[in-house]
């Protein structure tokens, strides 16, 4: 009877083990492996809508400081959101500020024409970290598409080793950290989960000038502010997670707005005096409308 129940008991293990395989492989085959945070207004950065809004609240390390992952992004303890670009040339700011007990990092990153899919897990232990989580779970949230880390979102167009990218991420632009001194080097015996370089400031990771002619920004206490020069129409991808580690984490704030060249303002302003220009004048030629 006992070496029945035993076999009954390895049977059923077996069984269950089976099923978790057979569901991440389900996964594994679909995009969607993370999820899209909705926008307190329209995601369509347009003529109507300059300025698009979110907020939301986290934990401390969803960005870095997670002990878990090896201070590399942590999903679960992380939030998404997509936003449509429809100006072409404009300068764009994406700036998360959070309050007292949330020190905000994020990233940005380009995907042309299509909205983020999602990316799509691959299957256990196929791109997985030093520390044995597996994407996206944890995830290489500072470096260029096609490094470890990367290519569960990556665009089928990268390829690392045997992998291909599963998502549809063309670029990564740029990253931001507001907690002074951390200073993770991309190898060595305390690097990151995914041996990924995770500094404190703002940092320029964009590789062509395919979307953008340039990118700076600004660390203010519990601010970060990326700035995007000539932004290309399109679809970009922000993830927002903590930074530190002795925090209790909180409520953030997330703005992106669109600030025309200083080009574009003289033509509008240039296009303006004109219009009253020219209304004036119809007045004055109108001798039902001349001043007494």
Do not use: C
């Not at 060249?261 to 303006?272: C, I, V, Y």
């Amino acid at each position: 009877m006992i070496r029945k129940h035993v076999q009954s008991t390895a049977i059923a293990i077996q069984a269950s083990l089976i099923a978790i395989v057979a569901l991440f492989s389900t996964n594994a085959d679909a995009a969607g492996a993370v999820s899209i945070e909705s926008w307190s207004t329209s995601n369509h950065l347009d003529f109507a809508t300059s300025s698009i809004t979110a907020s939301g609240s986290l934990g401390p390390t969803g960005f870095t400081g997670n002990t878990l992952s090896k201070n590399s992004a942590y999903s679960p303890d992380g939030h998404w959101f997509t936003f449509m670009n429809h100006f072409d040339g404009y300068d764009v700011s994406v700036k998360v500020s959070g309050d007292a007990n949330f020190m905000p990092g994020f990233t940005v990153w380009a995907s042309g024409a299509q909205e983020f899919d999602g990316g799509t897990a691959f299957a256990l232990g196929v791109e997985q970290s030093k520390v044995g989580i597996d994407t996206p779970v944890s995830f290489n949230a500072t470096q260029k598409m096609g490094h470890d880390g990367t290519m569960w979102m990556a665009d089928g167009s990268f390829t690392k080793g045997p992998l291909t990218g599963q998502g549809n991420i063309l670029e990564t632009l740029g990253y931001a950290i507001t907690t002074p001194g951390i200073q993770i080097k991309a190898k060595g015996k305390n690097s990151a989960g995914w041996n990924e370089p995770i500094n404190s400031g703002v940092h320029d990771q964009s590789i062509t000038d395919t979307f953008e002619s340039g990118v700076t920004g600004i660390i203010s206490g519990n601010s970060a502010t990326l700035e995007f020069n000539d932004l290309a129409a399109g679809w970009y991808t922000v993830y927002i997670g903590g930074t530190n580690v002795t925090s209790t984490g909180g409520g953030y704030d997330l703005v992106v707005s669109a600030v025309p060249e200083a080009e574009t303002w003289a033509m509008l302003l240039a296009g303006l005096g004109l219009i009253g220009w020219r209304l004036r004048k119809q007045t004055f030629k109108d001798p039902g409308m001349m001043p007494a």
